[in-house]
């Protein structure tokens, strides 16, 4: 398993990365424990969660995903193998996860109580890598039309980093990054390390696939002239890219079975793309899901590719994706498609 550095310290991740998001809703605690078990045999050392997993975010099942990664490190005297990335909640408009808040916001008084939180659940007195899981600020992945736009009690980044700043001084954080942000938002972060003092990220955890290429447009170059890499989560589209939702298929237990709240890549013009992907990697002998993994295997701003299983099966499918090198012919032909259907998915 290949190894990269992450962001500019001297810390190394494999180039996959295990996505914990169905432990504790689709996978029960030993499938969780299995689960981990394979990757950290396979090479695999870097793990990440958040907070709010299980998806869908309910009360009733708000930090499962913590807990089995936690009983696990407990049940087999790994937390030293494993770099561990977990997120705090930005802006939304629930206040379960907190003791007494409306809503959940970024600011040191719900920084502090969300990391004392994810550390029990852990069972772990340190986090590698604490990410901010959205801005406070309105954002277009999330349906929101006019990103960009203040709100009047947004909590400034100055005060979220700060926060940050103050758990890696503590020893309860190693490192920092970000998720789902912006070219503007990872820059402010960036100058504010350099200006204040901060911590400087290490990582931006965003949205990227074969259906959603905009991290291309403008964070690329950042990723890449800063050394804040991506770490790029739904690689496979939430599973479109596997082929399995194909002509309207909806199997049994799949996650818009269960759930259906894929929308995000059921746009205009989403079908057509899957459809050419999918048929590219059959027509040259290719797992589609290995293909679209291995594509970004070529992408030097990635770090690492985060990607989640709900059974083992699928955990070594995308394992195999990782000794793939895809032939120029393919990558070319991955390139037309998207000029001829570019970005159906945000």
């Avoid at 977990?86 to 003791?99: F, S």
């Avoid at 820059?187 to 200006?195: C, D, N, S, V």
């Avoid at 074969?210 to 291309?216: G, N, P, T």
Wanted: charged content about 25%.
């Amino acid at each position: 398993m290949k190894m990269n550095r992450l962001g500019r310290t001297d810390v190394r991740v494999s180039e996959a990365c295990l996505g914990t998001m169905t432990f504790g809703q689709q996978n029960t605690e030993a499938e969780g424990h299995a689960q981990m078990d394979r990757a950290l045999a396979a090479g695999i050392n870097f793990f990440d969660t958040a907070e709010m997993y299980p998806i869908p975010p309910m009360a009733t099942t708000q930090g499962r995903t913590e807990a089995i990664i936690g009983s696990w490190f407990r049940a087999r005297g790994t937390r030293d193998k494993v770099v561990l990335a977990t997120k705090v909640l930005g802006r939304a408009a629930i206040g379960w996860p907190r003791d007494s808040a409306p809503m959940t916001k970024p600011d040191r008084a719900q920084i502090f109580e969300a990391v004392e939180k994810s550390l029990r659940r852990l069972q772990t007195d340190y986090i590698d890598l604490y990410q901010v899981h959205f801005p406070d600020r309105p954002m277009r992945p999330f349906g929101v039309p006019a990103a960009g736009r203040a709100e009047p009690d947004e909590v400034p980044i100055e005060e979220t980093l700060g926060a940050l700043g103050e758990l890696v001084t503590a020893g309860k954080v190693r490192m920092v990054g970000v998720s789902n942000e912006s070219p503007w938002g990872v820059m402010r972060y960036l100058h504010l390390a350099e200006t204040a003092g901060l911590p400087r990220i290490v990582s931006i955890q965003n949205a990227y696939s074969l259906l959603a290429r905009s991290f291309e447009s403008g964070l690329a170059e950042v990723a890449l002239r800063e050394d804040v890499g991506l770490l790029a989560y739904s690689p496979l589209a939430q599973g479109y890219l596997t082929g399995k939702y194909e002509n309207g298929a909806l199997p049994e237990g799949s996650r818009k079975a269960l759930f259906d709240r894929l929308q995000r890549y059921e746009g205009p013009g989403a079908d057509t793309a899957i459809s050419a992907y999918v048929a590219l990697a059959r027509e040259h002998g290719l797992d589609p899901a290995q293909m679209a993994l291995a594509w970004m295997r070529h992408k030097p701003f990635v770090t690492s590719i985060i990607f989640g299983a709900t059974t083992l099966d699928q955990l070594e499918t995308a394992k195999g994706a990782f000794s793939l090198e895809l032939p120029e012919e393919v990558l070319k032909a991955i390139d037309a498609i998207h000029r001829r259907q570019p970005n159906p998915a945000l």
